[in-house]
C-alpha cells in the first residue's frame, strides 16, 4: 500500500531556483491539498484541489503554484525559491466525503539558501 | 475564522503518567475534530476524531470528547508509553457545504515520554 508519495524528502535550493515537489497518491482520492509546517505555527494549507482540473487556494498561497491534470498527481512548484519558504512540506489526501481520514505523506524538508 | 489553540509543548512524562494536552476551537459552523500524530520523521496521521457535541473518540488508549460548551477537544491518556513519544495535532474540519474537507490544525504539541 503506497498511499501518498512524495519525492524528493530532501531538497536544498539557492534563492531564485524553481523546483517542483511532487505528490501521487494512490487511493482515487479527489481531495488532495498541500501543508507547510514551521515551528511553533503548526500546519499551514498552501492550496487544495477537489478534483482533476480544480484548485484553489489556501491560507499561505504566495510564491506557490499547482496543477491538478489527475486524480493521482498534485505537484506544488515553487517559481521563484525565497528563504521564507524554507520549511516541511505535507502532501495530504482524503476523500470529499465530510469528516473523512485526511492521508499524509512523509514530507519534504525544503532548505532555501 | 475558525482556529485551534493547543496548549505549548514540550511536555515530559514518565512512563505510566496520566496525560492530557489541551485543545480548544473556534468555528464558525458545526465542525468535526481531530487529533493528529507525528511520528519522528513520519507525516501525520489520524489518532481519533468526533464529529458531533458529546462524542468521544478513542483509539490506541487515547481519548478525547467534543465539548461544544466550552467548544474543547482536550486529549487524555491514562497511562503513557515511551512508543507515545510524538507531536499531536488538534485539528478541525468546518463542512462548509462544498466537496472539501480542509483541515485547520493547531501548532502541535511534542511529547517526551521518558522511561
Given amino acids: ?30 481531495y488532495m491539498s498541500w501543508y507547510r509546517q514551521d515551528p ?7 492550496h487544495y484541489s477537489v478534483g482533476a482540473g480544480i484548485t ?11 496543477s491538478r491534470s489527475t486524480t493521482e498527481d498534485f505537484p506544488l512548484r515553487l517559481l521563484s525559491a525565497a528563504p521564507s519558504q524554507t520549511s516541511v512540506y505535507f502532501c495530504a489526501s482524503s476523500s470529499t466525503v465530510p469528516n473523512t481520514e485526511a492521508f499524509f505523506g512523509q514530507g519534504t524538508r525544503l532548505t532555501v539558501v | ?24 476551537y473556534t468555528a ?12 519522528p520523521g513520519e507525516g501525520l496521521q489520524l489518532l481519533l476524531k468526533a ?16 465539548r461544544k460548551e466550552t467548544t474543547s477537544f482536550h486529549l487524555e491518556k491514562g497511562s503513557v508509553q ?3 513519544s510524538a507531536v499531536y495535532f488538534c485539528a478541525l474540519s468546518d463542512f462548509y457545504g462544498g466537496a472539501t474537507n480542509k483541515l485547520i ?7 517526551a515520554v521518558q522511561p
Fill in chain 1, 56 to 66: 484553489d487556494q489556501g491560507e499561505v498561497p504566495n510564491g506557490y503554484n499547482v
Fill in chain 2, 51 to 66: 464529529t458531533k457535541a458529546d462524542d468521544k473518540g478513542s483509539n490506541k488508549g487515547f481519548e478525547a470528547t467534543y
Fill in chain 2, 28 to 39: 464558525t459552523g458545526y465542525p468535526s475534530l481531530f487529533w493528529y500524530v507525528q511520528y
Fill in chain 2, 82 to 84: 515511551v512508543s507515545d
Fill in chain 2, 1 to 24: 475564522g475558525d482556529s485551534v489553540t493547543q496548549m505549548e509543548g514540550p511536555v515530559t512524562l514518565s512512563e505510566e503518567a496520566f496525560l492530557t494536552i489541551n485543545c480548544t
Fill in chain 1, 1 to 30: 500500500n503506497a498511499g501518498v508519495t512524495q519525492t524528493p524528502k530532501f531538497q536544498v535550493l539557492k534563492t531564485g531556483q524553481s523546483m517542483t515537489l511532487q505528490c501521487a497518491q494512490d487511493m482515487n482520492h479527489e
Fill in chain 2, 105 to 111: 490544525f493547531g501548532t502541535g504539541t511534542l511529547l
Fill in chain 1, 40 to 46: 511553533g505555527m503548526g500546519l499551514r494549507l498552501i
